[in-house]
């Protein structure tokens, strides 16, 4: 049975190396070809007709958004996921209804990556999937991610990463939120080799980015109630535990 081939396109060559590595080792894919510049990956997509493209967004030549446009120009039925840290709403819509089936935020899982191509490669149209939210079995941690996203809270800052630890953790043990200073900061702090301290700060700047970011709309829309409104910022307890009660409800 003839393997399914991937083009790798990303921003750069440690990137490109990276995950073409991931797909050799596991072996279910075959990298027909890779590129970190998008004027020239449009050739060899166009001769090679890969069943997928995995692109970065920031890239040489052409952006990410430029090469999904060519590409359906070209009427190539190439499934194209966008694997990216630029993950705003506006970016992720344009991916999306410029004809990418899929979009994937850094920092990202393999095995997520390809259970995402299993999906794609098992629909029967073409229609994308949407994004994240389209995705009945996605993990409990883009679930989490989605929502972060959606309220402005960028994958970059430390805070995500603690905040979306946290929230795991409270899906996993409610009472957890009960005990957040002694039992629930340490538990984060201990998986990411910081201190207590530093890892309550990081999650209160997460929340407060996203208030300066005029998201309060986005949260109380997202959390099912009309929470907060103004300066009326959560605590890292309230957010978390809101958060967790959302993904309890929907029977994570």
Known sequence: ??????????????????????????????????????????????????????????????????????????????????????????????????????FLAKPYKFSILKERMKALEEQKSEKALPYVSGVRDMSLEEKISKIFINVGIPPHIKGYSFLREGVRLAVEDPEIINNITKKLYPMIGQKYQTTASKVERAIRHAIEVAWNRGRIESINNILGVRAYVGQDKPTNGEFIALVADKMLLEKV
Do not use: H
């Open 1 to 102: 049975m003839l393997k399914k081939t991937v083009f790798i396109l990303q921003d750069t060559k440690e990137s490109v190396d990276e995950l073409t590595k991931k797909f050799n080792e596991d072996g279910e894919y075959e990298v027909i070809g890779s590129s970190t510049d998008g004027i020239s990956a449009l050739t060899p997509l166009a001769e090679r007709k890969p069943d997928f493209l995995i692109t970065g967004l920031v890239l040489l030549g052409y952006d990410g958004l430029r090469v999904i446009e060519k590409l359906r120009e070209l009427n190539l039925k190439t499934k194209i996921i966008v694997l990216s840290a630029l993950t705003r709403e506006e970016v992720v819509s344009k991916a999306v209804s410029l004809g990418a089936s899929y």
